[in-house]
């Protein structure tokens, strides 16, 4: 397994994960169940080391792809940048969750306040990471944005009797 194929696979934990985590950590806050915050906040680091593999990764997947017939490079370029800004997101994201875990083991009463404060990051790092993968598609996935009829050849009303 290389790193293309590495990035393939993880870049869907920091989506999921940042997503998964924030709803569980908001179930959590409402049924005020501090185990519910701690597998939330697991969740959120687990989700944030992810991220840190799939940008670390995504060079040598540049790498594979970048010569490849109807690769644009300005799309990986732009993949690139987002995906950086994503990063930041979800490493202040684990930061934020490290400190919630501790603040929760210890029944601090500021335990309300992180939790609040993380899932308000956790709903950032998502669209962020998500709209990261959305243009990272786009570099093999041409059909992803495209208003466009795949195939011009086939009449769309083909087959009507009227």
Do not use: C
């Amino acid at each position: 397994m290389d790193q293309t194929h590495i990035h393939l696979l993880i870049t869907h934990l920091p989506i999921f994960g940042s997503l998964l985590g924030g709803l569980v950590l908001a179930h959590g806050i409402w049924a005020k169940s501090n185990q519910t915050k701690i597998a939330a906040y697991n969740l959120l680091i687990i989700s944030s080391i992810g991220a840190a593999i799939a940008y670390m990764t995504g060079e040598g997947a540049e790498e594979t792809v970048e010569n490849m017939q109807g690769v644009v490079e300005a799309t990986i370029k732009q993949h690139e940048e987002f995906a950086l800004v994503a990063l930041i997101s979800l490493i202040i994201l684990g930061i934020a969750s490290i400190i919630g875990l501790l603040i929760t083991l210890r029944k601090s009463p500021l335990t309300r306040t992180i939790a609040f404060i993380s899932l308000f990051i956790s709903l950032i790092s998502f669209i962020l990471v998500a709209r990261t993968g959305y243009l990272g598609g786009q570099i093999r996935h041409t059909e992803i944005g495209s208003t466009t009829n795949p195939n011009p050849t086939i009449n769309e009303n083909e087959g009507d009797n009227d």
